[in-house]
């Protein structure tokens, strides 16, 4: 990815990161002393879980450098199709089960006609994201679904515990341990850089860069429908906007990461989360009005993307190096 | 800016006249056939009030769509528009609530449409960001702020203004403000087909580099169409304010999908594969058109977004096949 000399590599960025929570965590407890409450701290986690498992499908999307805007109406779809299975008593990994199938095919859908069709990204997953939050009335022509929801079990993902942390919170860490040995460790993981950094030189290497491409999008919308899973076991109930809150700051903890660590990867979507979640939970511990979660969100994303941008950066590195003129001729 | 807007050379305009008449009319075809099921299966769709309803919300549409169809045509993308038009919204009413008049509440809403434009066309030219992310962003915040002006809810609007005369008075089953509408459209043509200033904006879409390469500055004209879609979508809120005697914080919603359907939808006549405003509108009377004949026969909203999505879709793939096939690939292009 793109290297900066403006900021040290590897432990000098982990250690920039950690200061900065290190400093919001400090300012939020002066401002509101329940910040490092127990409560709170479990809230977190579980908030985390869901916006986590949501960017780190994103991630795959972003690496192979796409966009996709429909894993929130996708989600949406799979909630309410969840929902529906347990109102009809089938067993709960059978509901499950059969949301991620949705994201699945969703994902298929959006890949295929993407890669192998050749259809521009962004208008496409809008148009797949519209279709599938329509879709998402079908089961109960938009009525919120509650039956057998607390005899299902799904309730209980949300209480259980394992080793004080939420089963959720452990749930999000394996899969990141997964995506991060994938990504990072495999000749599977490179193929999907590659596939984003130079599709052309990616397709004469031997790499089937339209299938890495669809796979992406499918990572995405299951990525999408596992969050919307949480989300359903901390409300108890389908909605047909369940997933809806889980674009903005999906995108903004891909971004954010990667502006922190210097290219998108899986740590860095983890650690944008983390940052997200507690400027988030902070603000609104401190009595901020929901409305202006969006707008956090949102300024946030911007700051990552000028930071991620390589002109701004080339701007602050020619910056630096007008002040510290030493080792200039290592970049380009 | 005087480059951008003298005179276009001729010869240019040649292939894209030469497309067949079926290719560059099929929408107003269908526009017409459906317009047509519909008036036989419920004859009350073609009555004047019905009409009049039609082409008030064709107007608004119309409005908030002409900056993003350029936008679009010169390769990038404004997904903040709705917001801007629902911040608009709720500055005005905002400001209306407070004792302020029409006025004062339009220009503050207008200002705050070119602030949010400005700031896209800035970072998006300017810096050189993604305007998917750039617009995502400044969308969000818009948002942020519409909603925190009502507390989260809408505002109540007592006062009547010209704005409201404009969108409630009909002359027959036309409503004031489509003559309006209707000017800036043609004006807007003029511009588009018969000026330099459409030939840059195709260009850039092709080609950004070879048009800085001819000595154009790609970077202001940008940032004037992202204005241009900011006011704009400020203006088309103001009239939802007039035409619904509210402030709306989550209006735009509805609106994002339409916006973005009519655009691409548009971009499948006249000119094959490329967004253009006569499109644009055509498809936006088609999609309006829609949207009553489904009230009418009782649909639910949702069937109507499966519908508008899966023909967003096949427009999507017409457009992209008929780009092939001329060996082209601009709508690919930064989408």
Same mark, same amino acid.
């Given at each position: 990815?793109?290297?900066?000399?403006?900021?040290?590599?590897?432990?000098?960025?982990?250690?920039?990161?950690?200061?900065?929570?290190?400093?919001?965590?400090?300012?939020?407890?002066?401002?509101?002393?329940?910040?490092?409450?127990?409560?709170?701290? &479990?809230?977190?986690?579980?908030?985390?879980?869901?916006?986590?498992?949501?960017?780190?499908?994103?991630?795959?999307?972003?690496?192979?450098?796409?966009?996709?805007?429909?894993?929130?109406?996708?989600?949406?779809?799979?909630?309410?199709?969840?929902?529906?299975?347990?109102?009809?008593?089938?067993?709960?990994?059978?509901?499950?089960?059969?949301?991620?199938?949705?994201?699945?095919?969703?994902?298929?859908?959006?890949?295929?006609?993407? &890669?192998?069709?050749?259809?521009?990204?962004?208008?496409?997953?809008?148009?797949?994201?519209?279709?599938?939050?329509?879709?998402?009335?079908?089961?109960?022509?938009?009525?919120?679904?509650?039956?057998?929801?607390?005899?299902?079990?799904?309730?209980?993902?949300?209480?259980?515990?394992?080793?004080?942390?939420?089963? &959720?919170?452990?749930?999000?860490?394996?899969?990141?341990?997964?995506?991060?040995?994938?990504?990072?460790?495999?000749?599977?993981?490179?193929?999907?850089?590659?596939?984003?950094?130079?599709?052309?030189?990616?397709?004469?290497?031997?790499?089937?860069?339209?299938?890495?491409?669809?796979?992406?999008?499918?990572?995405?919308?299951?990525?999408?429908?596992?969050?919307?899973?949480?989300?359903?076991?901390?409300?108890?109930?389908?909605?047909?906007?369940?997933?809806?809150?889980?674009?903005?700051?999906?995108?903004?903890?891909?971004?954010?990461?990667?502006?922190?660590?210097?290219?998108?990867?899986?740590?860095?979507?983890?650690?944008?989360?983390?940052?997200?979640?507690?400027?988030?939970?902070?603000?609104?511990?401190?009595?901020?009005?929901?409305?202006?979660?969006?707008?956090?969100?949102?300024?946030?994303?911007?700051?990552?993307?000028?930071?991620?941008?390589?002109?701004?950066?080339?701007?602050?590195?020619?910056?630096?190096?007008?002040?510290?003129?030493?080792?200039?001729?290592?970049?380009? | 800016?005087?480059?951008?807007?003298?005179?276009?050379?001729?010869?240019?305009?040649?292939?894209?006249?030469?497309?067949?008449?079926?290719?560059?009319?099929?929408?107003?075809?269908?526009?017409?056939?459906?317009?047509?099921?519909?008036?036989?299966?419920?004859?009350?769709?073609?009555?004047?009030?019905?009409?009049?309803?039609?082409?008030?919300?064709?107007?608004?549409?119309?409005?908030?769509?002409?900056?993003?169809?350029?936008?679009?045509?010169?390769?990038?993308?404004?997904?903040?528009?709705?917001?801007?038009?629902?911040?608009?919204?709720?500055?005005?009413?905002?400001?209306?609530?407070?004792?302020?008049?029409?006025?004062?509440?339009?220009?503050?809403?207008?200002?705050?449409?070119?602030?949010?434009?400005?700031?896209?066309?800035?970072?998006?030219?300017?810096?050189?960001?993604?305007?998917?992310?750039?617009?995502?962003?400044?969308?969000?915040?818009?948002?942020?702020?519409?909603?925190?002006?009502?507390?989260?809810?809408?505002?109540?609007?007592?006062?009547?203004?010209?704005?409201?005369?404009?969108?409630?008075?009909?002359?027959?089953?036309?409503?004031?403000?489509?003559?309006?509408?209707?000017?800036?459209?043609?004006?807007?043509?003029?511009?588009?087909?018969?000026?330099?200033?459409?030939?840059?904006?195709?260009?850039?879409?092709?080609?950004?580099?070879?048009?800085?390469?001819?000595?154009?500055?790609?970077?202001?004209?940008?940032?004037?169409?992202?204005?241009?879609?900011?006011?704009?979508?400020?203006?088309?809120?103001?009239?939802?304010?007039?035409?619904?005697?509210?402030?709306?914080?989550?209006?735009?919603?509805?609106?994002?999908?339409?916006?973005?359907?009519?655009?691409?939808?548009?971009?499948?006549?006249?000119?094959?594969?490329?967004?253009?405003?006569?499109?644009?509108?055509?498809?936006?009377?088609?999609?309006?058109?829609?949207?009553?004949?489904?009230?009418?026969?009782?649909?639910?909203?949702?069937?109507?977004?499966?519908?508008?999505?899966?023909?967003?879709?096949?427009?999507?793939?017409?457009?992209?096949?008929?780009?092939?096939?001329?060996?082209?690939?601009?709508?690919?292009?930064?989408?």
């Amino acid at each position: 990815m793109m290297k900066s000399g403006l900021l040290p590599h590897g432990a000098g960025r982990v250690l920039a990161f950690l200061g900065l929570v290190a400093v919001m965590a400090t300012l939020f407890t002066l401002a509101e002393p329940r910040f490092l409450s127990q409560a709170n701290f &479990s809230a977190m986690t579980r908030h985390m879980a869901a916006n986590g498992l949501a960017a780190l499908g994103l991630t795959f999307v972003v690496i192979v450098r796409r966009f996709d805007l429909s894993f929130a109406g996708v989600a949406c779809f799979a909630a309410m199709t969840i929902g529906f299975a347990i109102a009809g008593g089938l067993p709960l990994w059978v509901a499950i089960g059969s949301g991620i199938l949705v994201g699945v095919v969703a994902g298929a859908v959006n890949g295929i006609a993407i &890669s192998h069709f050749g259809l521009p990204d962004i208008v496409t997953t809008i148009a797949t994201g519209s279709i599938a939050a329509g879709m998402a009335f079908l089961y109960s022509g938009g009525r919120t679904i509650f039956q057998n929801f607390f005899t299902s079990g799904i309730i209980d993902l949300n209480d259980a515990r394992v080793l004080g942390f939420s089963v &959720s919170f452990v749930f999000l860490i394996a899969i990141y341990a997964c995506a991060w040995v994938l990504m990072h460790r495999t000749r599977y993981g490179a193929a999907f850089y590659a596939t984003g950094e130079n599709p052309v030189s990616a397709f004469y290497s031997g790499i089937p860069t339209r299938t890495y491409t669809a796979l992406a999008f499918v990572a995405c919308a299951v990525g999408a429908v596992l969050a919307v899973v949480l989300i359903l076991a901390e409300s108890g109930t389908a909605d047909t906007n369940e997933g809806a809150n889980l674009l903005m700051p999906a995108y903004a903890a891909v971004f954010l990461g990667a502006a922190l660590m210097g290219g998108t990867s899986v740590l860095a979507t983890l650690s944008g989360t983390f940052l997200i979640t507690m400027l988030l939970d902070g603000f609104a511990l401190a009595g901020m009005p929901y409305y202006y979660s969006d707008g956090i969100v949102s300024a946030i994303l911007l700051g990552g993307v000028l930071l991620f941008d390589p002109r701004v950066r080339d701007i602050l590195d020619d910056a630096v190096r007008f002040l510290i003129p030493k080792k200039t001729e290592t970049r380009r | 800016m005087t480059a951008a807007i003298s005179p276009a050379v001729p010869e240019r305009t040649g292939p894209a006249l030469r497309s067949n008449l079926i290719g560059r009319f099929w929408l107003v075809a269908a526009l017409l056939a459906m317009i047509a099921i519909f008036g036989s299966l419920r004859p009350e769709m073609l009555e004047p009030g019905n009409v009049a309803t039609i082409l008030r919300s064709f107007a608004i549409m119309a409005t908030m769509t002409l900056g993003l169809t350029w936008v679009m045509a010169a390769g990038k993308i404004d997904v903040s528009f709705m917001q801007v038009a629902a911040l608009s919204n709720m500055i005005a009413a905002a400001l209306l609530a407070a004792g302020h008049g029409w006025g004062v509440a339009s220009a503050a809403g207008l200002g705050a449409g070119l602030i949010a434009g400005a700031v896209n066309g800035l970072l998006i030219a300017g810096l050189g960001l993604p305007p998917l992310i750039v617009t995502i962003a400044t969308g969000g915040i818009c948002a942020s702020i519409a909603a925190a002006l009502g507390k989260g809810t809408s505002i109540r609007i007592a006062e009547h203004g010209l704005l409201t005369d404009l969108l409630t008075t009909n002359i027959g089953p036309f409503p004031l403000v489509l003559f309006g509408v209707l000017l800036v459209y043609a004006i807007a043509w003029v511009f588009q087909e018969r000026l330099t200033f459409g030939h840059y904006m195709y260009a850039i879409a092709q080609s950004e580099e070879a048009v800085i390469e001819a000595g154009i500055s790609s970077r202001r004209l940008l940032i004037m169409l992202f204005v241009l879609t900011g006011g704009l979508s400020a203006l088309a809120g103001l009239f939802l304010a007039a035409s619904l005697s509210s402030g709306q914080p989550m209006i735009g919603a509805s609106y994002f999908i339409n916006g973005l359907t009519a655009v691409l939808l548009g971009g499948m006549m006249i000119h094959i594969g490329k967004p253009n405003i006569i499109g644009t509108a055509v498809a936006i009377l088609f999609l309006a058109v829609l949207a009553s004949g489904a009230a009418l026969l009782g649909w639910a909203d949702w069937k109507r977004q499966i519908i508008q999505g899966a023909l967003l879709l096949i427009g999507i793939a017409v457009a992209v096949r008929a780009n092939r096939k001329k060996g082209g690939h601009h709508a690919e292009a930064g989408l």
